[in-house]
């Protein structure tokens, strides 16, 4: 009978591996009800050995923040092929992916914390830390987004309307995560709707931002999410025909 012999990681493979672990853990419980001695021994090893990787739990904490901040921002990726809804429909399917498998974590990443420590205190440099994860991911997807409308330079306008779709992504997915009352798909749809209807509002106050949506929605199928909403909206047209001026103004 032949006995396994467990093999020897290297330092930078150890310090994945606790990554790993630490991530999956925080991604579903707070990080205050994780212990360095439940990360020790879902990974394998003795509690002094964590220590000789990571000098305490916020440090591995911070490097599973890191890697939940990357990975997050790596879900705005797309090739810049196809009609924008449907590529920013798929972006937004791989987004709350992440959201669903790492609901504690987002929440905490988001969130800007908790920073923890070995007596459970708070460090201002580790909020610090933690927010600058966050401003990293934002900006990711703000250029991800504009790299799929195919502009470098933004004019203010536009700024301002991925910008604040950006953030409305993350609130949004923040709320569902509190009950999720509402399904995920519709939310998704719905996010992608949010972003034409932001551009669209924008296009009535400006000649550019008209342009830009006229350029967008040319190249968008019928069937598409584009055009899916301009379908709900038509819908309305002849409720909204029936409510008088003076009401709207």
């Not at 798929?90 to 987004?95: A, L």
């Not at 709350?96 to 708070?122: E, W, Y």
């Not at 899916?228 to 009401?247: E, Y």
Request: charged share 25%; aromatic share 6%; glycine share 8%.
């Amino acid at each position: 009978m032949t006995t396994g012999v467990r093999r020897r990681m290297g330092v930078e493979e150890r310090r994945q591996q606790l990554i790993r672990v630490a991530l999956d853990l925080f991604s579903n419980r707070s990080p205050d009800d994780v212990s360095i001695d439940e990360i020790a021994a879902a990974a394998g090893i003795s509690r002094p050995l964590v220590y000789h990787y990571f000098p305490g739990k916020q440090s591995l904490y911070e490097a599973a923040l890191r890697r939940a901040a990357d990975e997050l921002a790596a879900r705005f990726q797309e090739p810049p092929e196809g009609p924008l809804g449907a590529r920013l429909l798929r972006v937004m399917g791989r987004f709350f992916d992440f959201v669903n498998d790492h609901g504690p974590g987002f929440s905490a990443l988001m969130r800007g914390g908790p920073a923890v420590s070995a007596g459970g205190a708070c460090s201002r440099g580790a909020d610090s830390a933690t927010n600058a994860m966050i401003d990293e991911v934002r900006q990711a997807a703000y250029e991800q987004i504009l790299a799929h409308l195919g502009i470098g330079t933004p004019p203010a306008r536009l700024e301002l309307v991925v910008r604040s779709w950006v953030s409305l992504a993350e609130s949004t997915a923040l709320l569902w995560l509190d009950g999720r009352r509402i399904p995920r798909a519709e939310l998704e749809l719905q996010l992608v709707h949010d972003f034409a209807a932001l551009c669209a509002v924008s296009a009535a106050y400006d000649e550019e931002m008209a342009g830009i949506l006229i350029r967008v929605l040319v190249d968008e199928p019928a069937d598409g999410p584009f055009g899916d909403l301009v379908g709900r909206l038509m819908t309305l047209a002849p409720s909204l025909s029936k409510v008088p001026t003076q009401r709207l103004r």
